[in-house]
């Protein structure tokens, strides 16, 4: 942008016509901007404030009490947990394969251009088609039931897209040179990839699983038929093969179906603060690492 | 090196080549898993109920003793809906959108961008509660409503929905545009403002109706915020009436549905995965004539 070339707009020489669109365009501009920003604002100040007289430790350690009448969201945040990380470790794998093959394998353009379109095609997915189908697949095909690996199995195919495209963004960087380098001192190509291309796109990954797990965080809708909508206290292995509500499925329940609304402020709040950090993990590590390469 | 360790490497090779041409062709797998599985489970009832009954039936009683499963409320509540998300969000999005790429300081973008990508990260059933709480309510006294879950409240949220993806994929597509297009026209004497709205943003008008489409997606694929704020009765679509969409009409009664009654929620999630279908392939064509990059 060249800020010390541009005119500037209250040149008394303009027609009205023209100083009209001008200006009616500008504060168009404006209006829009602030409202945009105004809205941010409103929802996070809305959620916070109105989230915060009901925060108490005991609210986040404990399990939901019929017997006492309490409410506690810890059965929800380690379902979230244990439903993130499962997913995860399951898509990295597949996630950097594929693009490992489109970058790196693929001999036939033909074969790259139909699997690019499957992968862009498993990105406009809505989720409720995804859970539909997991449901149908996983929960009865395979017959996992509604339990929580049922759901990290759905986000898996959902969230491969994103893995895909930060990976092969990062491996497109990595500079041709180190690959004729490596081959030219006699290297195959899967030890050629191990040892100079997969440790110079590391960070893409790492994005990768930023932004992947930000989008699980967030998802609702493919969870509500695979993963279910228990509320009980387990362990990792119990609570990956048993029903469990996810934060945003607790939300939905609690405000939806129930009325709870002090207990869903407090899960909004939560997934809010989550999301604002994996944002913030994810552009700080991507600056921080395009630092380091320069 | 010896004959064995050769022989031993070249078969970690090839092992690995073979893995990961199965990682790459697995997601084709995938695609058609989903394709196979919605057409295995949503044919039946389609033809059962019959293609026309079944699309331009304007009445939909499912549990009904005689039952009716016209899903034509759902497609054109679907349609208005996005339709009505798009007319608010796309001249937010696009103004702002300009405002970003061509005028603010990079001061100015470096505090805004971030609040943007926070909007595209709140999760859906976030948007839906807040809806619930605070738009649902508003709605009803500003119009003096019995209810104010409508398809009113649903637009107004959908369009707070798309509105991060048209601003970002749109700052893309006008960042596109080379510079000297702005300097020719700044040269010929024609000011940033004509000159943003005159030259930059024809240049740029694929990758903004990408942005549109990307937001067509995404609003005609959304389920939870709307069905925490659009009432979820089965109506033809008014604006102040409670409707339900294609997405919500799946998810409402999926969780007690039995027999042609479940078969006919596949069906509709069928009919939804055409539409994005379509969507997505307009979406493809616009972006590589725009030459944007999908993010």
């Known amino acids: ?294 | 090196m010896n004959l064995s360790d050769k022989s031993n490497k070249d078969s970690v090779e090839t092992i690995a080549s073979t893995i990961f041409l199965i990682l790459g062709v697995i997601n084709i797998g995938f695609v058609l898993l989903i394709c196979v599985y919605l057409i295995i489970a949503g044919l039946p009832a389609i033809v059962k109920i019959g293609p026309i009954d079944f699309l331009f039936g304007t009445k939909w009683a499912s549990t009904a003793a005689d039952p009716k499963f016209g899903i034509l409320p759902f497609i054109l509540t679907s349609i208005y809906g996005t339709a009505g998300a798009i007319i608010i969000g796309l001249p937010l999005g696009f103004f702002s959108a300009v405002y970003l790429a061509k005028i603010a300081s990079k001061k100015v973008r470096y505090v805004v961008e971030p609040l943007i990508d926070l909007l595209a990260g709140i999760p859906s059933v976030v948007y839906g509660f807040i809806g619930m709480l605070v738009l649902v309510p508003s709605i009803r006294t500003l119009f003096g409503l019995p209810d104010g879950a409508s398809l009113f409240a649903a637009i107004i949220v959908l369009a707070v929905m798309i509105l991060p993806s048209i601003i970002k994929v749109s700052i893309t597509a006008l960042e596109a545009v080379p510079q000297e297009y702005e300097l020719g026209s700044l040269a010929l004497g024609a000011n940033e403002i004509e000159t943003y709205y005159r030259v930059i943003v024809p240049a740029a008008k694929s990758g903004i109706a990408a942005a549109v489409v990307l937001g067509v997606g995404r609003a005609i694929g959304e389920a939870m915020a709307v069905m925490m704020v659009a009432g979820n009765a089965a109506n033809m679509p008014s604006l102040f009436e409670s409707v339900r969409f294609l997405t919500t009409a799946v998810a409402s009664e999926m969780s007690y549905s039995s027999g042609l009654q479940r078969e006919a929620l596949f069906s509709i999630a069928l009919v939804l995965f055409v539409f994005i279908m379509m969507i997505n392939a307009t979406l493809n064509v616009l972006l590589k004539r725009g030459g944007v990059k999908r993010k």
């Open chain 1, 1 to 294: 942008m060249s800020d010390n070339a541009k005119p500037s707009l209250q040149q008394k020489s303009l027609p009205f016509g023209r100083s009209l669109y001008s200006h009616a365009l500008q504060s168009c501009m404006l209006l829009c901007i602030g409202i945009t920003v105004a809205l941010v604002f409103f929802l996070i100040l809305y959620i916070l404030i109105r989230a915060i007289p009901y925060f108490s430790w005991e609210i986040l350690t404990t399990k939901p009490s019929y017997l006492r009448g309490t409410i506690g969201v810890l059965p929800d945040i380690l379902n979230t947990i244990y439903l993130v990380f499962t997913a995860l470790v399951i898509v990295l794998p597949l996630g950097v394969g594929a693009a490992i093959y489109l970058n790196e394998y693929a001999k036939s353009q033909k074969l790259v251009k139909v699997i690019e379109y499957a992968v862009e095609t498993l990105a406009g997915i809505p989720s409720i088609i995804y859970g539909l189908v997991g449901m149908l697949f996983f929960c009865q095909f395979l017959s996992l039931q509604t339990s929580l690996l049922a759901g990290s199995l759905t986000l898996v195919i959902m969230s491969i897209p994103v893995i895909i495209r930060t990976t092969q963004e990062s491996l497109k960087t990595v500079p041709n040179g180190y690959r004729e380098g490596a081959f030219g001192l006699g290297s195959a190509r899967w030890h050629m990839i191990r040892t100079v291309v997969l440790p110079c796109c590391i960070d893409g990954i790492v994005t990768g699983c930023i932004l992947a797990a930000g989008r699980m965080l967030g998802e609702s809708a493919a969870l509500l038929f695979t993963a279910g909508f228990a509320h009980a206290l387990h362990g990792y292995i119990d609570g990956i093969t048993s029903s469990g509500a996810t934060l945003t499925v607790a939300l939905y329940v609690y405000a939806k179906e129930q009325g709870e609304f002090e207990v869903a402020f407090v899960i909004a709040a939560i997934l809010l603060v989550l999301c604002f950090i994996t944002n913030y993990l994810a552009q700080a590590y991507g600056r921080h690492m395009k630092k380091i390469k320069q």
